[in-house]
């Protein structure tokens, strides 16, 4: 099994805000995992990773494992309409990424 | 600049005429990977390539073609496009398939009439 799942949103926050993504994942085999960001008409590029357990921080941006309850996290401090953009998560593994769905976030001025 | 180019960014056919959609990576990746993208069922690979004359089936390969006869180029064939291949493809590649990050092309948007 290789499935990470994501709520899709599309979720809508006041400029400024606290927002939190997330992703729940099956396969504990692998701990590497990724959030990637599409700006509309645009491929994902990689935003941030991280491993096993534990916060890593990149500016606005820190992403989150919780390995006991499965759960990837990304949280943007201080949203910026300019952070509007789809969010994916993803596990890497020996296989090629497992992908989820993404969640549409939109930051409104 | 380091960069996936894909071609054409858009375009429109009608059913049953044979397509090809180019993908180019000026990175040296030995892996490169077709997705597509619908709503509310997110990305979905298509076909992999690890390496040069090595190309496998990825979740949804059904309706299309590939080749790896270089290893910067990675083009995918429509051979006959149905209107259910109406989606947004999206061609990326990294070192290694397991990688920290893969590069993405900005995507083409495909509508079969």
């Known amino acids: 099994q290789k499935e990470v799942e994501q709520d899709p949103g599309p979720l809508s926050v006041p400029e400024g805000a606290i927002v939190s993504l997330n992703c729940t994942y099956s396969n504990s085999a692998f701990q590497y995992f990724m959030w990637y960001r599409q700006y509309s008409r645009k491929g994902p590029e990689l935003l941030m990773y991280?491993?096993?357990?534990g916060n890593k921080e990149d500016g606005r941006f820190t992403a989150q494992v919780d390995k006991s309850s499965k759960y990837i996290s990304l949280f943007i401090r201080d949203s910026q309409p300019s952070d509007s953009a789809t969010y994916l998560c993803?596990?890497?593994?020996?296989?090629?990424?497992?992908f989820g769905k993404g969640t549409r976030l939109s930051v409104i001025a | 600049e380091a960069q996936v180019t894909q071609n054409p960014r858009y375009l429109i056919t009608v059913t049953g005429k044979k397509l090809t959609v180019t993908c180019s990576q000026n990175?040296?990746?030995?892996?490169m990977s077709w997705y597509r993208q619908d709503p509310g069922l997110g990305l979905r690979q298509i076909y992999y390539?690890?390496?040069?004359?090595?190309?496998d089936k990825g979740d949804v390969p059904e309706g299309y073609k590939v080749s790896r006869k270089e290893k910067r180029n990675f083009p995918l064939i429509l051979e006959s496009p149905s209107p259910n291949q109406t989606s947004l493809y999206f061609c990326a590649s990294s070192f290694s398939p397991s990688g920290y990050g893969y590069t993405f092309g900005s995507g083409t948007r495909l509508t079969v009439v």
């Open positions: 390539s690890m390496n040069v004359e090595v190309t």
């Open positions: 991280t491993y096993s357990s």
């Open positions: 993803a596990q890497r593994g020996n296989t090629p990424l497992v």
């Open positions: 990175m040296n990746h030995e892996y």
